[in-house]
């Protein structure tokens, strides 16, 4: 059974820095695209990061140059480093794993979500 | 960018109506296209992925269509459990989502 399980989130003052982590089992995080979405509160869904099977990595405008995306595959864990903060960081954020369609009998990944974790809450507030 | 527009923001209904909610793409994005349903204090899950698949588990009263720039999720016969707000997100590039469509008990 895929699980995902988010956790480092907390309160944090402008300008500082955060690292999430979300601890997978059920399947191998260096195998299967990975992102983190984020919720801030009362608001809808928006798509902060991925990480590829390959290794290389994209960020969404508002956090490029300010967040990292990073996994560790002995740990099966992916994190997001977040520096900088800002209070519009303010948000739930979950980690999700990215589905996988099949091309010609083959199973490739894909750009919808299909595990998230429960989400952590970031507050930037000072 | 791609933006993505649902209507409405807010639907109310009857268990056991049928129920439609739209979604309106920038520019045309395809068939690449996912509903999610998301319940207060809860992670999304996915329904319906390449515009008209389902997802394993989902019941069937859950269907999908559309492509290019306009979209649609149906449920007909509306149980007490589908009363939740639905996401629609694009992926032709990258990703992005619709503002969320709350269906509420009339």
């Known amino acids: 059974e895929v699980q995902l399980v988010e956790s480092g989130g907390g309160l944090v003052q402008p300008g500082g820095s955060l690292r999430l982590s979300c601890e997978a089992s059920?399947?191998?995080?260096?195998?299967?695209?990975m992102s983190w979405v984020r919720q801030a509160p009362g608001k809808g869904l928006e798509w902060v990061s991925v990480i590829y099977s390959g290794g290389s990595t994209e960020f969404a405008d508002s956090v490029k140059g300010r967040f990292t995306i990073l996994r560790h595959s002995s740990e099966n864990t992916l994190y997001l480093q977040m520096n900088s903060l800002r209070p519009e960081d303010t948000a739930v954020y979950y980690c999700?794993?990215?589905?996988?369609?099949?091309?010609?009998?083959?199973?490739?990944?894909?750009?919808?979500?299909?595990?998230w974790g429960q989400g952590t809450l970031v507050t930037v507030s000072s | 960018d791609i933006q993505m527009t649902q209507s409405p923001s807010t639907l109310s209904a009857s268990v056991g109506d049928r129920v439609t909610i739209t979604c309106r793409a920038s520019q045309s994005i395809s068939n690449w296209l996912a509903w999610y349903q998301q319940k207060a204090g809860k992670a999304p899950k996915v329904l319906i992925y390449?515009?008209?698949i389902s997802e394993s588990g989902v019941p069937s009263r859950f269907s999908g269509s559309g492509s290019g720039t306009e979209f649609s999720l149906t449920i007909i016969n509306l149980q007490p459990e589908d009363f939740a707000t639905y996401y629609c997100?694009?992926?032709?590039?990258?990703?992005?989502f619709g503002q969320g469509t709350k269906v509420e008990i009339k």
């Open positions: 999700a794993k990215h589905g996988r369609v099949s091309y010609y009998g083959a199973r490739s990944p894909s750009w919808y979500f299909d595990s």
């Open positions: 059920g399947f191998a995080v260096s195998t299967n695209y």
């Open positions: 390449k515009a008209s």
């Open positions: 997100q694009q992926y032709k590039s990258f990703a992005s």
